[in-house]
């Protein structure tokens, strides 16, 4: 694919330091020839001290196929040794002080049994808080059952077959943190308390903590075919769907989507900058009510919000008039200063901070 810099007011060489700062911030997989070349292009439009915002601020650029949710990019990555080994060594005395605080006063009881099955669902609860604050990221099962450690590891994503390694490594794993909750011989685990705790899993070739990968695998390409791309401001995370990346898209022609959702995080950051944050959230609500008074907002979208007015003005600022443009041709510099200078002069200020 051509790397174009058409519709971009500015932007710099891929052995710039610009370039290799927007690279750093790309999580894609599996992307065609020159997708990669052409987001970084795209990125440099901003100013170096914006990209190195972004940097510090751990915003994450991802590209999403169809077919991929974010667990396909490498946003995921694999947990090393020194991590599975934090796991287990931090997570089974904090496993065990759960099963001790929900069932230690249950013990002796003569419905004891009774009684942990109806706690169960509490103590499970209990271990997914413990193992969220700590980041470590286990995760507990409700089981009565005596299980198949083979069959389990398959279940949740490991090859005893082709890769003996990993499988043996978690299996060893999984005995050392239930070593509290049950007995394993011959390759069963018994659980004498009715819940097993799952270390990690993996997911493609990669280990994964068994908590948050759910959470990766809820950001879905095929979701962002619509909406293009998404802003994530909390999670510090712009997704894009890989149609939007080439100049032009077949979607989004010249109009740079990218420029858009990094605009989101252009005006989520100003909240918190020293030089912005007593003053961008007022001033962003006044523009649009002026925006809207006046109709000086140049696209629908930007009529939308206060938040999708500055997406759209950062996208509009960053970008020049493309003839033959089909979509939003209107969003560009030159126009945004025409028809709405206030905010022009905003952007202006802000994007050279
Ligand atoms: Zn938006």
Not at 285 to 292: C, P, Q, V
């Amino acid at each position: 694919m051509q790397i174009s810099t058409r519709s971009l007011v500015q932007s710099r060489p891929l052995n710039s330091p610009e370039a290799a700062l927007a690279k750093s911030m790309i999580e894609a997989s599996r992307l065609p020839d020159g997708y990669e070349a052409q987001l970084q292009t795209d990125m440099t439009a901003f100013p170096k001290r914006w990209l190195e915002r972004f940097k510090e601020n751990d915003v994450s650029v991802a590209v999403l196929k169809d077919d991929q949710t974010l667990a396909d990019t490498p946003i995921l990555h694999s947990l090393q040794e020194e991590q599975i080994s934090e796991i287990v060594s931090k997570g089974k005395p904090l496993v065990e002080q759960a099963v001790e605080e929900i069932y230690g006063p249950l013990r002796g009881q003569p419905d004891e049994d009774y009684q942990k099955y109806q706690a169960a669902g509490l103590l499970q609860e209990k271990i997914h808080d413990l193992s969220n604050t700590t980041n470590l990221g286990f995760t507990a099962e409700v089981s009565r059952e005596p299980l198949d450690l083979r069959y389990l590891g398959e279940k949740l994503g490991f090859d005893p077959e082709y890769d003996p390694e990993s499988f043996e490594r978690w299996k060893s794993a999984f005995s050392d943190i239930n070593s509290g909750l049950g007995q394993i011989q011959e390759g069963m685990f018994k659980p004498k308390d009715g819940i097993y705790v799952v270390p990690y899993l993996m997911y493609r070739g990669k280990t994964a903590r068994a908590l948050s990968l759910p959470s990766y695998q809820q950001f879905k390409g095929l979701d962002f075919q619509n909406n293009l791309g998404g802003n994530y401001p909390e999670n510090r995370l712009v997704i894009l769907h890989d149609s939007v990346v080439p100049n032009p898209s077949p979607r989004a022609g010249n109009h740079r989507v990218a420029l858009h959702e990094l605009g989101h995080m252009l005006d989520w950051i100003c909240k918190e900058l020293p030089e912005t944050k007593d003053t961008h959230e007022q001033k962003v609500n006044d523009l649009y009510k002026l925006g809207m008074q006046r109709s000086s907002l140049i696209t629908d979208r930007a009529r939308d919000s206060a938040g999708e007015m500055m997406a759209e003005a950062v996208e509009a600022y960053l970008t020049t008039e493309e003839p033959g443009n089909f979509y939003k041709p209107e969003n560009h510099r030159e126009n945004l200063q025409k028809s709405f200078p206030e905010l022009y002069t905003y952007v202006d200020y802000l994007i050279n901070l």
